[in-house]
């Protein structure tokens, strides 16, 4: 009996081991992001290129965007799970009912930096070693090219205008073009005198000789509020969060995975990047690369100064009527690691 009983869970275990055999390895998650192509996506770029999606149990998919907008829609719809938000964007929704939260400083400082044709500066007399205060108020006065109305290319240039007692509303005009690419092509064309964009866009027109980048806000030359600024948050919503906590913490993981990488591995970086900026030669995409580099919280880290910072500049330029509470679990959290 007792052989028969052996020989009987033998063959079981072995069925069994038959089966485990000839069953497919548990497939990984797919979790989608929307954003611009710009070089502040870095991290989720490195983390794919470099593997640390995978190993961490993730398909990360990317879907490209040339508004805030669509990615706020591609969120909420749930066809993404991640999105970069501004705090600005993530108080609305969650005052019209929606449950977005960020998750993870992508980049806490400004990026986006003012690109001026060349034409356009010699006739206002100014240069790149021009005082900041006079830089401001030669935005007096110029057509400027925007992704979409009350977007963050308007909405900071309004910011830096209202620095030098500007009047957005009377002395300047907004001209809503699209995405770098549109810029770019508005500029070349003369449709437009400047843009406010985070790199590569900026450096392509200066690598082309049509325009300067005035004011670096990425190199800290604009106004110091700018410095910790809760700019871009990658955002997913709440109720996706709590139901898939190992998910967005595997997501945060793989981001600070990829920081640390690149860091150790600047100029690997650089050449993991290209695939994504084709038109970039390696020169500007190392000039974006490393204007970015200091703007990044190690390991996506949220802080509360920061968050105030982005929401009082917006109320300046009545983006925002009010600013709700700044506090950890409102409108932002640490709590899925990074």
Do not use: C
Not at 24 to 43: E, N, R
Not at 125 to 149: E, H, M, Q, V, Y
Not at 199 to 205: G, H, S
Not at 289 to 297: E, G, R
Request: charged share 20%.
């Amino acid at each position: 009996m007792r052989l028969s009983h052996r020989l009987r869970s033998a063959g079981l275990a072995a069925v069994a081991a038959l089966v485990l055999a000839a069953s497919p390895a548990a497939a990984d998650t797919t979790v989608k992001q929307a954003g611009f192509k710009v070089i502040d996506m870095a991290l989720p770029f490195l983390a794919k290129a470099k593997g640390f999606f995978g190993q961490n149990g993730l398909d990360w998919q990317y879907v490209e965007i040339d508004s805030g907008k669509l990615g706020v829609a591609a969120l909420l719809s749930g066809n993404v799970q991640f999105v970069d938000l501004g705090m600005d964007d993530i108080a609305d929704l969650q005052e019209q009912g929606k449950d977005p939260v960020g998750v993870y400083s992508m980049v806490n400082s400004l990026t986006m930096d003012l690109v001026v044709r060349d034409d356009v500066l010699k006739k206002a007399n100014l240069s790149t070693t021009s005082p900041l205060g006079d830089k401001l108020a030669g935005l007096k006065g110029l057509n400027f090219g925007i992704t979409r109305p009350g977007a963050p290319t308007q909405l900071f240039v309004q910011y830096l205008m209202r620095k030098s007692k500007l009047d957005p509303d009377k002395d300047a005009s907004f001209v809503q073009i699209g995405g770098g690419q549109a810029l770019i092509a508005a500029m070349k064309a003369n449709r437009i005198d400047a843009f406010l964009l985070s790199a590569p866009a900026p450096y392509l027109l200066e690598r082309d000789k049509v325009g300067t980048v005035l004011i670096k806000n990425s190199a800290g030359e604009g106004p110091s509020e700018f410095k910790d600024f809760a700019f871009e948050t990658i955002s997913t919503l709440k109720s996706y969060a709590e139901k898939n906590p190992d998910v967005v913490k595997a997501y945060s993981k793989s981001l600070s995975q990829a920081y640390d990488w690149m860091i150790a591995n600047k100029a690997e970086a650089v050449t993991l990047l290209k695939p994504y900026f084709p038109d970039t030669d390696d020169a500007t995409l190392k000039i974006s690369f490393d204007a970015l580099v200091p703007a990044i919280a190690p390991h996506g880290k949220l802080s509360e100064a920061g968050v105030k910072n982005q929401l009082e500049v917006l109320k300046s330029v009545d983006a925002i009527k009010t600013i709700p509470s700044t506090a950890e679990g409102g409108l932002w959290t640490n709590k899925y690691g990074g």
